[in-house]
């Protein structure tokens, strides 16, 4: 059952233009960015399969594959308590509290979190800058979200290899500049690139992000699929961003 969840000082509630999904949002907090759009959507679940999302945010993701695939159990972990809270409200203000959970804490301690070799499903749209690199936003819920300040790379990777049943899926959004350390942090965690999809923003232009999947204890044999693009040669959205956007 929705419920109608006040809004703090500085927040306001979105449309997620799918299923009648709101989100509260806050400039100063998190908003979400495209990226976790076509993170979401990127994802394959089964019915009855438990999905841990790593560094849930403001919890977009989490909300958006409650009605993107049939998993019986969504569980967001975030380390930041602004981020959860505002998460937890939207899980409510949605009436997704029966289906979807979110837990305040460290993704280094997800295995005792959530349970070691019990997740069938791992996603995560994870901080793309090093620690030391790039100008670091003053607003420490800003920096966390962006540079590799609480977890790194291979955390968030040993993290999913620890949850990760046999044969289940990790699933990431990066920026491309990083794809030889996301493949290199995989391999090194027992989980197999098995599709990869560029993202490029237009036809002609570089792609500037990628998603890609892993299996735990997959053979080797990675596929790459069809780019996506974001615009279309006229500045409009694609035909793929329409589908998404409905």
Known sequence: ?????????????????????????????????????????????????????LGAGNGVIAILLSTLVPAARIVGIEIQPDLACMAKRSVELNGLAG???????????????????????????????RGGS????????????????ACTLEDVVRAASDLLKNGGGLFMVHRTERLADVIIEMRSRGLEPKRLMM?????????????????????????????????????????TMRGIYG
Request: hydrophobic residues 40%; glycine residues 12%.
């Open 99 to 129: 289906r979807v959970e979110i837990i305040e804490g460290d993704l280094l301690r997800a295995d005792s979190l959530v349970g070691r070799e019990q997740a069938d499903v791992v996603v995560s749209n994870p901080p793309y800058m």
């Open 1 to 53: 059952m929705k419920t109608e969840t006040p809004l703090r000082e500085g927040e306001r509630l979105d449309d997620l233009m799918r299923s009648g999904l709101r989100i509260i949002q806050s400039r100063s907090a998190y908003s979400f960015g495209l990226d976790s759009v076509l993170l979401a959507h990127f994802v394959r679940a089964g019915r009855g399969d438990l999905v841990v999302e």
């Open 199 to 239: 993202v490029h923003p237009r036809p002609g232009a570089a792609p500037g992000l990628f998603l890609i999947e892993a299996l735990k204890g997959g053979h080797p044999g990675l596929m790459g699929m069809p780019p996506l693009y974001v615009y279309d040669q006229d500045g409009g959205y694609s035909a």
């Open 134 to 149: 790039g100008a670091r936003n003053p607003n420490p819920v800003m920096a966390i979200a962006r540079h590799e300040i």
